[in-house]
């Protein structure tokens, strides 16, 4: 779930812009502040970040300077109907830069940028992600995360670490958007070969205790598929 910072003195703008992305993301968490002060003593880590300049007392980009000495990733977008700031804003490394009034459109161009931002900083970090349409939101996943995935007819479900997402999608579509190390081990199951611990010709048991089925005329190519996960580098827990 991205999380995201809206500081701005003006409630009317911070409004606006919960609204914007609410319209861009769903899946998101949204804090909004009326002071750099306040956003500062909450103490917490964003994503993205919205951030007026022209603000009463601590200013956007005395703010700024204070949350680059703790967080060198996040992104920062500020908000202001004064052009001249925009070279201050480089020195602390902004992402872009609104004036106001904010138009949706420009708004929307990049806050989409910023995901695509936050995203490929996240699939550096933490390995490949994968974005997946729920029913009434996307969630963008870590491949990492995914334990397997169960076909359920014209839906799949998605088991993560934590809990079971259901999703719109074929097999197939997900086969191809999965790195090397899953195997469609079953027409009914596509296993991520970092969680295996045990497999037989019909079986594979994963490090949750969760079974997934193995079809036996599979079973030679996904010796041979797992034998070279490993010696690419892959974790073995058999």
Request: proline share 1%; aromatic share 10%.
């Amino acid at each position: 779930m991205i999380k995201a910072a809206v500081c701005d003195d003006e409630k009317i703008i911070r409004d606006q812009i919960l609204r914007m992305i609410g319209k861009q993301q769903e899946d998101c968490h949204i804090d909004c502040f009326a002071s750099g002060k306040e956003l500062l003593e909450a103490g917490k880590q964003y994503d993205v970040i919205f951030l007026d300049i022209q603000m009463e007392g601590m200013n956007g980009i005395e703010t700024a300077k204070a949350i680059r000495e703790q967080d060198r990733k996040a992104v920062l977008i500020f908000v202001t109907a004064v052009k001249e700031y925009v070279f201050d804003a480089f020195d602390v490394a902004a992402f872009h830069y609104l004036l106001k009034p904010i138009e949706e459109e420009k708004f929307a161009e990049v806050f989409r940028n910023a995901i695509w931002e936050i995203e490929e900083r996240a699939t550096i970090q933490d390995g490949p992600t994968i974005l997946i349409q729920t029913k009434g939101r996307k969630l963008t996943l870590r491949q990492n995360d995914i334990l397997f995935v169960e076909n359920k007819g014209k839906k799949v479900e998605i088991h993560t670490s934590k809990d079971v997402i259901e999703a719109y999608y074929t097999m197939a579509k997900l086969e191809d958007q999965l790195a090397d190390s899953f195997y469609r081990c079953h027409r009914g199951y596509l296993v991520n070969m970092a969680y295996i611990i045990e497999y037989g010709n019909d079986i594979i048991e994963l490090s949750n205790g969760e079974r997934v089925y193995m079809a036996k005329e599979k079973y030679p190519e996904f010796v041979k598929k797992y034998m070279r996960y490993l010696e690419n580098g892959g974790t073995a827990n058999v």
